[in-house]
């Protein structure tokens, strides 16, 4: 990537222990022009960012949207991205967002999601066509294509 760009990473949190995997996934990026926002509710989430570099942002309002924009109240970053504490990004996430932003036209980007169950599907979803399940849960159809 040619153009240099700083990003902050606002992670809402409710407590959830995947906040760990969600930072430790951010720690892994390829790029590395980027801070990163936690805006948590619980003093777990604190203990838990505190392992790693992070700004930590206490939230006494327990809504995603929310802890989203007091966060990106706080964020230094010329680009947002946000990334739940139940995400884990690939390594080259914030590489292939950012890298649209060299064209001046972008005002903002986005990418697949893909559902990662720890466990069996609930009985009452199994009956669901595959992309309205995908849908459901949270999932994109956008294609992943590496640019």
């Known amino acids: 990537m040619n153009i240099l760009i700083h990003a902050t990473v606002v992670v809402p ?3 959830r222990d995947s906040l760990f995997e969600c930072l430790t ?6 790029y ?3 801070d990163v ?3 948590g509710t619980t003093a777990h989430s604190k203990k838990i960012a505190e ?3 992070v700004k930590f942002i206490r939230s006494h309002v327990w809504n995603n949207a929310y802890q989203k924009n007091l966060g990106a109240k706080e964020a230094q970053g010329e680009v947002i991205a946000f990334l739940d504490d139940d995400s884990i990004a690939q390594s080259d996430w914030l590489k292939f967002l950012l890298q649209h932003y060299k064209e001046s ?3 903002c980007v986005g990418g697949k999601i893909e559902i990662l169950l720890k466990r069996n599907l609930p009985s009452f979803l199994r009956f669901l066509p595959k992309d309205v399940r995908k849908g459901f849960l949270g999932g994109t159809l956008l294609p992943y294509t590496k640019a």
Do not use: M, P, W
């Not at 996934?25 to 390829?30: A, G, H, I, R, V």
């Open 13 to 15: 949190t409710i407590g």
């Open 25 to 30: 996934s951010l720690e892994s990026q390829t």
């Open 32 to 34: 590395k022009n980027f």
């Open 37 to 39: 926002i936690v805006v």
């Open 51 to 53: 392992k790693f570099e």
């Open 105 to 107: 036209e972008v005002a």
